[in-house]
């Protein structure tokens, strides 16, 4: 074998590896941005279940506290109307009655459902922000992002995947000002 021949042999088992090298790259490159775009995908409807779930409780837990107030009520009214209806000495029952006790746990169970499924949601939310930060910088680096563009990356359309937000916050971004909030 001549030395022309070995010469033209190494240039082609070169160029086979880097065109090998490149194409496996490709392919890589592909899997991953398809990866992040599914990931992208389901994050989202994770966020849209815990949404769900968490205003279902919220509002079968504001319904058991209103059932238990009404209940109350009820008992209360036919308690009192009970002790006075029987006896003539009014004043000396009303100090000695034990009226039933209102039991405000349910609503610090309550405002402890609210907090805790709204820390979780935010955890979602974060979630899904960071996995589009960080397709949108694998789709963007470099030498990536033409290997996005020749494969036509990204496939979805990434303001459909936006977090859930309120008025008030879209509001306060939009005019650069915020409200204190007002409990009273």
């Known amino acids: 074998m001549t030395t022309g021949m070995k010469v033209l042999l190494g240039f082609l088992v070169a160029t086979v590896l880097v065109v090998t090298i490149a194409v496996f790259s490709v392919i890589g490159s592909n899997n991953d941005f398809v990866r992040m775009e599914s990931g992208i995908k389901s994050q989202y409807s994770q966020n849209q279940n815990n949404y769900d779930n968490m205003f279902k409780k919220f509002m079968e837990a504001t319904q058991v506290t209103t059932m238990y107030t009404e209940d109350l009520k009820k008992v209360y009214d036919s308690a009192i109307q009970g002790r006075y209806a029987k006896s ?3 004043m000396m029952n ?3 009655e034990h009226n039933p006790n209102f039991d405000a746990s349910m609503y610090k169970n309550l405002q402890v459902m609210i907090e805790s499924g709204r820390n979780t949601f935010e ?3 974060k979630m899904l922000l960071d996995k589009k930060m960080i397709y949108e910088t694998s789709i963007g680096s470099f030498p990536a992002v033409f290997v996005a563009r020749v494969l036509g990356f990204p496939k979805i359309d990434l303001a459909k995947y936006d977090i859930v937000t309120s008025g008030q916050t879209q509001d306060a971004f939009t ?4 409200e204190a909030i007002k409990l009273r």
């Open 88 to 90: 003539s000495n009014v």
């Open 94 to 96: 009303f100090i000695k």
């Open 123 to 125: 955890s979602n939310q």
């Open 175 to 178: 005019t650069k000002k915020a």
